[in-house]
């Protein structure tokens, strides 16, 4: 059985005639869920369902008393990648077409809903770290680390100047152990680059979806009824285990790693990713850093080459760490079924303490794995959104590593496509499914 989210629309009527829209939804990030519109009805419970919801809610022609929006969610809100993922927000993401629009977006939310308070939105500043990391045997030698000056007496902030001198490692940036530092490179300041908690923003766009009138349902989808046309979604009922079937006119599918189970033309499939969050010994200043760590082999632990975690701080003294994808293992049945090998997530807890000592010495708090959707054929990146050729299907899926990013966009574009037939903030011409399906 496959989840979704689900959105039931209802268009509108008139006394002879009315349509319906259902808009389903298997988010990255969210679990598996359906959007259902009744009336008029929207769903996600995943970034991009929950986007979606939230901005059908806040289109000009949303009108609460004609319209009921419903999101189905199978396990959880935010269960996948969306309350899993790093939370980067970058405006030389991809694709650039939709990027400047989503960056912008995003800082609009944060502005209209407090967003800094409510789901960690912040500036931040963004470079490539290389390092010469520590072996795992040293690390386990260590003992605490040396007091940290307060910077009360003469020449404590001048302590350690030369430890900087040609890495370009800002000064700022003192949880990186300076003299473990081979070169530090710029890739964006506080104009470039910020961030949110990925699981509170899905949460609180979803609130703000409630608050506006959508619903939330937990449940599975099982079908998706169609043949030249889409007809109806069929779903299971957590709490009554009831069979539902929904008639629908259009349906928009965001299933992330799930959309090709649900429709097998998609070319998506899953790219499993591990990450571990960490509380420091010590505050740490706002960066996201792309490392390049060259760590010693040992005949326990043995390296191929250099280790490329990614290191974010957040602003609730928590360090999040992700590293590279795997497709060892399928994609599993629902968010709640990932699974996590410990080992990948103790490798990079090992990588990033041989370079700070504040995160050596700091908490692990959470060990995670998630599966981000991705394009399994070449010269398209992602993601698809828009018509897939069987009428009143939408595809809004593929979004890879930049689905939080990407989120409002897609959800403000959708919501154009959904309310007028077309699109008017952003030219997604070449996001369209139909070039490749």
């Given amino acids: 059985m496959v989840t979704v989210f689900l959105l039931i629309f209802h268009l509108g009527w008139t006394f002879f005639n009315f349509k319906w829209l259902v808009v389903c939804c298997l988010l990255i990030g969210g679990g598996d869920g359906f959007f259902p519109f009744h009336k008029l009805q929207n769903a ?15 289109h000009p022609f949303y009108d609460r008393k004609k319209h009921r929006i419903v999101v189905i969610e199978a396990t959880r809100v935010a269960g996948g990648a969306s ?3 790093g939370g980067l927000l970058a405006i030389w993401a991809y694709p650039n077409n939709i990027v400047p629009l989503s960056f912008k977006l995003h800082q609009d939310l944060a502005l209209e809903h407090d967003g800094e308070e409510k789901w960690g939105y912040r500036r931040v500043s963004c470079g490539n770290l290389e390092a010469h990391g520590r072996k795992r045997s040293e690390l386990e030698g260590l003992g605490p680390a040396p007091g940290l000056p307060l910077g009360k007496r003469a020449g404590d902030a001048k302590k350690g100047g030369k430890a900087w001198t040609g890495t370009g490692l800002p000064k700022d940036l003192d949880w990186i152990l300076p003299e473990l530092v081979r070169a530090y490179e710029k890739m964006g300041g506080s104009r470039e680059t910020a961030q949110v908690h990925p699981y509170h923003f899905t949460m609180a766009l979803m609130q703000l979806a409630e608050e506006a009138g959508a619903e939330l349902v937990i449940g599975s989808v099982t079908d998706i009824n169609y043949t030249d046309t889409v007809e109806s979604i069929t779903y299971i009922d957590k709490e009554t285990q009831r069979s539902v079937t929904i008639p629908a006119t259009y349906t928009v599918l965001a299933a992330g790693p799930w959309t090709a189970k649900l429709f097998p033309a998609a070319p998506i499939t899953g790219l499993r990713a591990h990450s571990v969050t960490i509380t420091p010994a010590y505050p740490v200043s706002g960066y996201a850093l792309f490392t390049e760590i060259t760590i010693p082999s040992t005949p ?3 390296y191929r080459g250099p280790v490329s975690p990614e290191i974010y701080a957040r602003p609730n003294n928590e360090i999040y760490v992700c590293g590279e994808g795997d497709m060892d293992v399928a994609v599993p049945e629902t968010t709640a079924d990932v699974q996590i090998d410990e080992q990948r997530c103790d490798d990079l807890i090992a990588q990033v303490s041989s370079v700070s000592d504040h995160i050596r010495l700091g908490r692990v708090t959470r060990k995670q794995a998630c599966y981000l959707p991705v394009l399994n054929i070449g010269g398209s990146g992602g993601p698809l959104i828009g018509e897939t050729g069987t009428e009143g299907l939408y595809l809004a899926t593929g979004h890879s590593c930049w689905g939080i990013n990407n989120a409002p966009a ?6 154009e496509m959904i309310f007028e037939g077309k699109t008017k903030s952003a030219d997604i011409r070449q996001l369209d499914p139909r070039r490749i399906l």
Avoid: F, P
């Fill in 44 to 58: 996600g419970a995943g970034i991009i369902g929950c986007a979606t919801a939230y901005y059908l809610t806040r």
């Fill in 83 to 85: 309350g899993k993922a």
């Fill in 300 to 302: 326990e632990v043995r």
């Fill in 410 to 415: 897609t959800g403000l574009l959708l919501a």
